[in-house]
């Protein structure tokens, strides 16, 4: 790929060092800028964003969503379009081909981008169950879209304007085994109870 999209990608990490070089490796033929926003990381997730030529910003982890929209407010971002990705996702080539031709013919009326993201757990990809395709918001003229301000399955929405579907391929492909997994979404499930019990009680309003 010989050339780039007019597009921020933001990173959040916290011991992502893993993951992270595949994330930055499927992002590099494309984006003009990468800031990765990491929560203090114990392991090398600061070291090789940084060899990547990527910008890091560092900031005490809340949840998902404060951390996204403290990037957004303090990451010096000059490109025309932002994405956000997860450590643990890859952007395929020919979604990546698709923004770097798609994006710059796109009239202003249409501030976002969805992506079809698929699922792929042990080295297979989940098909059924509702996992496929799950459509998201991923991509946003600058200053045309924030994040959902809550604990747990936050998303992003747009400020103004009208999104389009781009269908190149992204992957949602965790590397860690069964009991990480499980892990993970247990915590999950104790910030979705938190959200609820925030929005029923109101515990975090000043």
């Not at 800031?35 to 203090?40: E, G, H, L, M, Y």
């Not at 297979?124 to 600058?142: N, T, V």
Request: charged share 25%; aromatic share 10%; proline share 2%.
């Amino acid at each position: 790929m010989d050339s780039q999209a007019n597009i921020a990608v933001i990173i959040l990490t916290y011991n992502e060092s893993r993951h992270l070089p595949r994330a930055l490796g499927s992002i590099s033929g494309f984006a003009r800028e990468i800031f990765v926003i990491d929560s203090f990381s114990t392991d090398d997730t600061v070291d090789i964003a940084a060899f990547s030529g990527a910008v890091v910003l560092q900031h005490k982890f809340q949840c998902q969503a404060q951390q996204f929209n403290w990037a957004l407010n303090n990451a010096p971002i000059t490109s025309d379009w932002v994405m956000r990705l997860d450590a643990d996702e890859v952007i395929e080539a020919d979604l990546a081909q698709e923004i770097i031709t798609r994006l710059p013919q796109l009239p202003i009326e249409i501030t976002g981008i969805n992506l079809n993201r698929k699922t792929i757990f042990q080295e297979k990809f989940i098909r059924y169950g509702g996992r496929y395709p799950l459509k998201m918001l991923r991509i946003w003229r600058l200053g045309k879209a924030r994040v959902e301000d809550r604990w747990m399955d936050e998303h992003l929405y747009l400020t103004e304007g009208s999104a389009v579907t781009f269908k190149g391929g992204f992957a949602d492909h965790n590397l860690y085994d069964l009991t990480s997994f499980t892990e993970k979404h247990n915590k999950y499930a104790s910030r979705e109870a938190l959200d609820v019990l925030n929005g029923r009680l109101h515990l975090f309003e000043a």
